[in-house]
């Protein structure tokens, strides 16, 4: 049985939250995700108390195969750590720990696997590239043309104390890298073809 792809599920990081401002005592908030197969989108609520120690989730889950449809209502715990300058760092705790190793552990990301938002170890999820074979892996993932115009044009000085910049040697090789995943297909397709 092969795992389920990350990328493919509905994640909650604790780095968006933060961004938008969710981090604060007496805060509510709505999250929506788009479907990834049909335009039906799904929301879920969320609520901080006056302590920001960890957030309630509201949300209906509708089972497709079952075609039954249930209320949940559960905690999310926050876990913190202090900063070298200052401050505080939030992350989330498993709220399902399904795996012993998941018991305590900071996670900066859960999927909602099945009914409940858990960390990629308790839904046992992989990631796309993971599942690569050798050759892909060799030649990486393909580079569109704008995203190398996109490059070129981050690149406003060129050489700086007689040095090429980061953002020059950046460009310059992600543009070898399209030129030899181009140059692998055309064997490939030649290969094939017997040419």
Known sequence: MSKVVAESLDKLTISYLNQQGF??????????WQSHSSKESRFVQFSIQEEISGMRAFYKHIDEKAGEQSEL??????LTTHCYYGGKRYWFECPVGRSWSCRGRRIGVLYRCGKHFMCRHC?????????????QKGRGRIISIPELRALREKVKRPFYGGKPTKNLLRYLLMNE?????????????KSRNGV
């Open 123 to 135: 839904c046992e999820l992989t990631y796309r590239s993971r599942n690569l074979s050798g050759a």
């Open 73 to 78: 209502d559960y905690r999310i715990n926050f």
């Open 23 to 32: 981090l604060k005592p007496w805060s509510y908030f709505d999250i929506r």
């Open 177 to 189: 890298r399209a030129k030899m995943s181009l140059n692998k297909f055309a064997e490939r397709i």
